[in-house]
């Protein structure tokens, strides 16, 4: 009888050093799903950074419009404002509903208003009859 004891060990020896060495390769990694990174939203630009100023001391008001519908000048500048339309408008400072500082009145075609600006900042104004027209004097230092 051919002694057989070690065939057992030997072969649970095998079966443990198979287990140990694909233990050791470990499974087949799971391919980690490539993430794409969601682009962070840009912020919307402020609608000012927008905004093409027109220079010179003049606005024309033609098709119901201002031009240019913003204004830079310096501080104590006057500026003038033709009504070019064959229609009457108005300059007015503020918005519709929010009204404050200067105005024009109802100013007729080929009419002209001036306004001195001697204070640096932002003036937006309005036609108080067409009120969807707005404009913009911005005065510098
Ligand atoms: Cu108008």
Redesign the pocket.
Known sequence: MTPRPFRLPQALVYWLSLCLALAGCGPAPTPTPTVTPTPEPRPTAAPTAAITFGEGLAVQISG?SYQPKALRVAAHSLVTWTNADPE???ITQGEPGNRSGFDSGILEPNETFTFTFDEPGDYPYF?R??NE?RGLVRVTE
């Open positions: 119901q009457e408008h108005s036609c009859i067409h027209m």
